[in-house]
Structures are given as C-alpha cells and as structure tokens.
C-alpha cells in the first residue's frame, strides 16, 4: 500500500521544538520532492518547507525560515521537519506530499498526501 505517514505532532510551549517525521511506504521517496505544508483552523493550506529529489535543495517559506530545517534520510525512507523558536502561530496540521516534479509540489499538487498531524504550539 502507497502511503505517507506524518508523525511527531504535539503540544509545546512557545520557544520549544517538534521534530515531524514523514515516512514513505510503498515506494521509495529517493526520486520525488518532498514537501511540509500547514493548514491552521480557519485558514487556507500554505507552504512551508520543501526539498528536491534531485539535489536535496531545501526551500522554506519567509515565516519559518531560520526556525525550520528539512532533511531526508533515503536509507530510511522518510523526510523530517526540525522545527525550533515555536510560535503560536505555528499552530496548525502539518502535511507531508511528495511528488517527482518540485514545481508541481510548489502548486500544492502531489502524487501523494499523508493525512496529516496536529502540532499545537501553546503555553
């Protein structure tokens, strides 16, 4: 079965860290663009955070930029999001998606969407 699996979500203060995990399985995420994206209450989904599959180039939105780091593991099959200096604001379901084609990840259009997990960012 092809699917992503997002996991690390939680509750933490403001100033703390969540490391998210985006785990493959059914195919092999080498060769796809992998990306984080949010969806706060209320709100319209928005990008946060990608990686290509060809080079391992990272890109980050201007909110999270300096505060969020993407990685990929190949040998684990998995992305990770290092998330630190939280915000309340940063409160919202976080998505992995991956597609072969980063431009199509950055007009929110993946060959796969995992279901999504909740980090809330509260004191």
């Known amino acids: 079965q092809v699917q992503l699996v997002e996991s690390g979500g939680g509750l933490v203060q403001p100033g703390g860290s969540l490391r998210l995990s985006c785990a493959a399985s059914?195919?092999?995420?080498?060769?796809?663009?992998i990306g984080w994206f949010r969806q706060a209450p209320g709100k319209e989904r928005e990008g946060v955070s990608c990686i290509a599959g060809s080079d391992g180039s990272t890109y980050y939105a201007n909110s999270v930029k300096g505060r969020f780091t993407i990685s990929r593991d190949n040998a684990k099959n998995t992305v990770y999001l290092q998330m630190d200096s939280l915000k309340p604001e940063d409160t919202a379901v976080y998505y992995c998606a991956a597609d072969r084609e980063l431009p199509s990840l950055l007009a929110f259009v993946a060959d796969y969407w995992g279901i999504g997990t909740l980090v809330t960012v509260s004191s």
């Open positions: 059914g195919f092999t995420l080498d060769y796809y663009a």
